[in-house]
């Protein structure tokens, strides 16, 4: 599970392959970002972690994280196969 949170950012390039609409785009990310939060939240209920992390901290460092590796992978992918 604790892979799946590095792994699902990136699952922007498989997307990127297969459409370049925007919205197909955005939406697969809002999947993908709910489908990590997810993960995250169950590692934070059920795991020995530090109890000092509140959840909303934690999920908005995982959006920030997210979003910049998502954006990043579209962005690359794209302009690599439009040469």
Do not use: C, D
Request: proline share 2%; net charge positive.
């Amino acid at each position: 599970m604790m892979v799946g949170l590095g792994v699902v950012p990136w699952m922007g390039i498989g997307v990127q392959l297969l459409t370049s609409n925007l919205i197909f785009i955005l939406m697969f990310g809002l999947i993908l970002w709910f489908a990590g939060s997810g993960i995250f939240w169950y590692l934070l209920r059920t795991r020995e972690v530090s109890k000092e992390q509140r959840l909303p901290l934690a999920i908005f460092v995982w959006t920030l994280q997210f979003f910049t590796f998502y954006v990043v992978s579209v962005l690359v992918t794209g302009a690599l196969t439009k040469h």
